[in-house]
């Protein structure tokens, strides 16, 4: 999750419910359940892979990537992110991007 922070200012999540995207979207073929980009940033910090609330996923890919549109240029003074674990695996996050567009 994205939050605005700033000691004279009250923290606040930009990101929440704005539009996100995802370089895939994992599907579970047997039930149906997807695992869309907007699950990324709904404001829910505890989900997971098996049961709802669910989590974003992509396919599994050699390069997948996450991203949110703020909307609107905004300065970011920090970044919080929440990984999960699914059968024992642990997400890595190796690179984070901030790009104004």
Known sequence: MLFVVNSAVQT?????NQPAYQSSTHRIHTTGVEFPARYGNDGR?????????YCAVTSSE???WWAVDLGQ???VYRVDLTSS??????TTITRLYLLHL
């Open 45 to 53: 910090r505890h989900t997971t892979y098996s049961s709802s609330p």
């Open 12 to 16: 606040k999540n930009v990101e929440l």
């Open 85 to 90: 674990s699914h059968i024992g695996r642990k």
């Open 73 to 75: 240029p905004t300065t």
């Open 62 to 64: 050699a390069n997948p």
